[in-house]
């Protein structure tokens, strides 16, 4: 599946045994390769040029070698902010951009990735919520986070988080951190009216003061904050006014 473009493409029964086999090899196989080069071919990997694409190749191999699953769940395209750069709303249709993972999916990922993990012999593993607004499903983060207490070794888990930082509250923030939720990816950009600009709720309403606030509560919970600012042609040589 395309996350960025929404599609699905039913694969060949033998490009699925080479992708399950790809799963259990500790070093890449030639037929691996092959069926990234097709991917490549479907369009469902983009690479600019032949560089990038060795790059990509030498990255697996890197993966493939480190002994960490690292897993992104996508929880929604849904956001209640609309940021000017965001890549998410021009290429997602409305009625998908309502949806969420259920669930049932987020919880079987949690098996797949047990799974793996015992026939690899991975000891860690990552969990990093993303979206859309992540927060928007707080109900099945919760229920992950309970799962993979139970299923994984918490020395060697690491759960990350990249949010908008609204729908965070003290409550949450407790909640969060005491089921093993210790980094937060947030994004400033800048002072408030350099923020609230590029970065309005849906409803037109500036974010900066309730992200900061929410940003000082998760710090003062312990939690680690990896703070993005995102700088382009319009706002690099912005000063604040
Ligand atoms: S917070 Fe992220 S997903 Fe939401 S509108 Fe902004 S860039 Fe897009």
Known sequence: MSTLFLSVVELEPRYVRLLD?????????????????????????????????????????????????????????????????????????SAASKQVMSPETALSTLGWMNKVMHARGIESARITFFGGEPL????????????????????????NMSTNGSLLTPERITTLYSRGLRRLQLTLDGPPEIHDRRRPMASGRGTFQRVLDNLIECLDHGMDIDLLTVCDDENIGMKRS
């Open 21 to 93: 086999h790809c799963h259990e090899q500790p070093v890449i196989a030639k037929e691996d390769l092959a069926v990234l080069h097709q991917l490549r071919h479907l369009g469902l990997a983009h690479f600019q040029d032949e560089n990038e694409f060795a790059i990509a190749l030498q990255q697996i191999e890197e993966w493939r070698r480190h002994k960490c699953l690292s897993v992104i769940l996508c929880l929604t395209f849904a956001c209640n902010f609309r940021c000017v750069y965001c890549y998410e709303k021009s290429s997602v249709v």
């Open 136 to 159: 928007i499903c707080y109900d099945v983060i919760r229920k992950v986070l309970e799962r993979s207490a139970s299923l994984f070794d918490s020395t060697h888990l690491e759960i």
